[in-house]
């Protein structure tokens, strides 16, 4: 029970990654505001959280990230119902693909609005209300970005401008509250199969191979959560560079992992080019080990 008692919202939680997150978050002890557009879901979703742990409370509420007026009834209401938070996890998220010079300039808006305008909207409204009393643990801003960054899609310029955005977005904020208790950080998956990379195919069982399942994530925001990542802050996180890692880990002999110091050295010595993708998150890979 790694997040006990904490208050986590996820936003965009009605599916996908965010729905994989609010439950892995709940099975760890923690108490949930899931939100996204569509009631349906949410209750759906809730369900499955009230059978994965019962004993926690699980809050929904339905708002559009895009209408600040929205989102700030959101985080009242999060609040009243669950007091302060200590984790917020700006998920919601919106791609399209066409050309670019055939993309409509309503859509490409539409895809900046949800990925950095709501962004903001979660940040700025829920601000208030976050956990910032405890240097030692501090409130946690997170933000699901995309190794669109710093890489780039062709046909996604909208997405992949926006996932630029958010990544300075991040930057101004570390900067901006360093002072306070709060810690802002950005997982930045591959592909995942949901609904915004593979529409209605998601879930079907013929994801390619290289295409993670949704729950694969979920481990990377329980950690950014957790006491370990109180120091943490300010980093983007790329998940391909650490499932090369976790594979290690499955397969290497145990010997190598009784400790942190034996299994860097082993990886210093036998795979540099995975050591040096996760060195710099040596608490992430601790938590992992
Ligand atoms: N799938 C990938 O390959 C991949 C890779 C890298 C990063 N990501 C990022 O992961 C995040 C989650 O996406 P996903 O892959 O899990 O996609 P998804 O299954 O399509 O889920 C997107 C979520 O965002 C919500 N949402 C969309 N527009 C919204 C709006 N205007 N207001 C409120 N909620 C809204 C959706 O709910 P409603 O439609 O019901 O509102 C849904 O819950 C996104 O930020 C995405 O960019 C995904």
Known sequence: MLLKDKNIVITGSSRGIGKHVAIACAKNGANVGITSRSIDELNQVKE????????????????????????????????????????????????????????????????????????FHTFKATYQFMKKDDKKDKARFIITGSATYPAAMPMFAAYTASKYGVVGFQRALALEYKRENITFNMILPTMVDTVLLRGDKAGDGNAPPNVMHPSELTEYFVFLLTKEANRVSDELIYTNEFEQYRSLLEEIDEEYKQDWDTLKSYLEENEPKIYDNIRKQRRLAQFFL
């Open 48 to 119: 499955e959280i009230k059978n994965v742990n019962p004993d926690i409370k699980c809050v929904l509420k339905t708002a559009d990230v895009t209408e600040y007026s929205q989102v700030e009834q959101l985080f009242s209401f999060f609040h009243e119902e669950l007091g302060e938070l200590h984790g917020v996890i700006a998920n919601a998220g919106a791609s399209g693909r066409w050309k670019t010079h055939e993309f409509e300039s309503e859509k490409f808006s539409q895809i900046l609005d949800v990925n950095i305008l709501g962004v």
